[in-house]
């Protein structure tokens, strides 16, 4: 009897290590890639509209798809700018506000491209929603200063800065004790040099995000941004109830203990440091979140005159909603995600409706950080549990829904499928649509959901989604949508037209399992005078 247990122990302990071993392995899903390769000639990418405000720093990579060597031009700029023109990126400070049309160029051996950038200089930021990477999902409180090197340089090498990608945002792990010239939190061991961090991102015209709180502690038991003392010293440090990056040692103490407001807000010293170090973008995370301590952070953020996008965690409550249009940039509206058809369903198609009225450029209600390619939530990462299906669902939906977007993922270790997801431009547009509506579902039954989202151009934006576990035929009536015209029916993942439809017909397809087909309706809504009977 014990030699069979011990046969039975050593047989499931052989299927658990294969089991994990083939998690960790790639599953090919080439098959299943849409996004056609951007051509050699070319192609000007990511947001047609830009904000920063007078006098701040101005970085803008223009992204950009083709051949290198590639020259590029911008005629129109507000006086206080200036283009590299082999790297393409625009910086400098621009002091008179304004809205500027700027014409970009793009060159190489294989042709031109010309897109139109209005760049606004006023009193917001983020007119579009943020593109970038976060570390938690991936690497969780194992980040460090090398690991957030690799997936900057994967953000190059594997072109995803030239759609429109730019944020490289630390999330929580990175903070050591309070010193410095502010008496601000300083960075741990695992961080040698933030200012290098940030001087190297913002050579490549890419930005820093960084993670902190307005309680004592964070979530992952690091000090936070306000102290029980004005001296801005935390009793469990001194108590030495920490590790060697100073995180609370969860064998001797919960985490939750240090999850207070502390009497004493270090806002304003945080916000300086943060400013000298060149960080573009803060997440901060508290739950419940209220007004005073977020006006609290907002203010120093204001005072820094650095342009830092401001980004509240976590699951946002709506009563706080005209706050948050009024004093932040980004909220998430949710939970952490996880990479589950059950979690993506829950986030994506559970709540975000209810904060469409709040949507709108400088506004961005968060539907949480991409689950695609290899997550993990640090140290060890894993081949995301969605199928390929699903995660065309997943960026299909906040694409329409004008989401921020955040990778997840390892970026140095992403595979084909993986980049075709995040790369393909007609997708990206959706999202980044100048008039920054979210798109709100039309029809569905709980099989089926039909989101539409109006383009600045008139065009319609229509996700349809499968929710069942078997194929099923989805369709629209243009006429039911609302347009009164024949309509160009653009499939955007596989960028071809379908055909067309006409006002009063009906449009169908079969839509694969947990699956979406994506289309963009042209001309969509027009100002055409009609006369007769158009009913």
């Known amino acids: ?95 008179k506000a304004g809205t500027y049309k700027v014409l970009l160029r793009a060159s190489n051996a294989a042709g031109s491209f010309e897109r139109e950038l209005r760049i606004v200089i006023g009193d917001r930021i983020a007119l579009t929603p943020p593109l970038g990477w976060n570390s938690w999902n991936c690497w969780g409180n194992s980040v460090s200063q090398e690991k957030v090197m690799s997936s900057a340089r994967a953000m190059l090498e594997k072109g995803l800065a030239d759609y429109g990608w730019s944020y490289i945002n630390i999330d929580d792990g990175w903070q050591g004790l309070r010193g410095g010239k ?42 936070g941004s306000s102290a029980p003392n004005p001296e801005g010293i935390y009793p469990w440090v001194e108590a030495g109830i920490v590790d060697s990056v100073y995180k609370v040692d969860r064998s001797r103490m919960k985490r939750d ?71 932040a940039e980004c909220w998430r509206t949710t939970g952490d995600i996880r990479d589950t058809w059950e979690s993506i369903f829950k986030i994506g198609f559970g709540g975000q409706d209810r904060w ?11 539907a949480d950080m991409l689950v695609v390619g290899k997550v993990g939530w640090g140290p060890k990462t894993h081949w995301t549990k969605l199928t390929p299906d699903e995660q065309y669902t997943h960026i299909t939906l906040w694409s329409i829904l004008a989401s921020p977007m955040l990778i997840g993922c390892d970026m140095a270790e992403m595979d084909d499928f993986t980049v075709s997801l995040l790369c393909n431009s007609e997708v990206i547009d959706v999202n980044q649509d100048p008039l920054g509506v979210q798109g709100v579902k039309q029809y569905g039954d709980g099989t089926y959901a039909t989101y539409v989202k109006p383009l600045e151009d008139g065009s319609l934006a229509v996700a349809m989604f499968n929710l069942t576990k078997e194929p099923k035929k989805i369709g629209f009536v243009p006429h039911s949508l609302g347009l009164m ?16 439809v006409e006002r009063k ?23 055409t005078k009609y006369v007769g009977f158009w009913r």
């Open 505 to 527: 017909d009906r449009w169908e397809t079969e839509v694969a399992p947990h699956g979406v087909v994506f289309v963009r309706l042209s001309p969509g809504l027009t100002d």
């Open 182 to 223: 502010y008496n601000a939190i300083q960075p741990n061991s695992k961080f040698p040099s933030m200012k290098e961090l940030a001087d190297f991102l913002h050579s490549e015209g890419l930005k820093l995000g960084i993670y902190s709180g307005p309680w004592c502690g964070t979530y992952a038991g690091h000090i």
């Open 1 to 95: 009897m014990n030699r069979f247990f011990c046969l039975l122990v050593t047989a499931f302990a052989a299927l658990m290590s294969f089991s994990a071993q083939a998690q960790d392995q790639a599953v090919d899903n080439s098959a299943f890639i849409l996004t056609p390769p951007a051509p050699d000639a070319p192609r000007i990418n990511g947001p047609k509209i830009y904000g920063a405000r007078p006098k701040a720093e101005f970085i803008f990579r223009i992204p950009t798809t083709g051949v290198r060597p590639i020259h590029f031009e911008a005629k129109g700029l507000p006086r206080g700018l200036k283009l590299d023109a082999s790297k393409g990126i625009i910086k400098g400070r621009a002091s």
């Open 257 to 327: 203990s240090v999850w207070y407001f502390g009497k004493y807000s270090f806002a304003a010293a945080d916000a300086r440091q943060w400013a000298d170090w060149g960080v573009d973008y803060l997440k901060y995370d508290w739950n419940i979140n209220d007004v005073w301590w977020l006006k609290d952070m907002r203010a120093a953020l204001l005072a820094t005159g650095r342009d830092i996008v401001y980004s509240i965690s976590n699951s946002s409550r709506v009563v706080l909603g005209p706050y948050l249009r009024d004093y």
């Open 485 to 500: 015209e024949t309509q160009t029916v653009r499939d955007l993942w596989r960028q071809k037209d379908l055909g067309t």
């Open 356 to 366: 469409a009225g709040f949507k709108g450029p400088g506004n961005w209600p968060d």
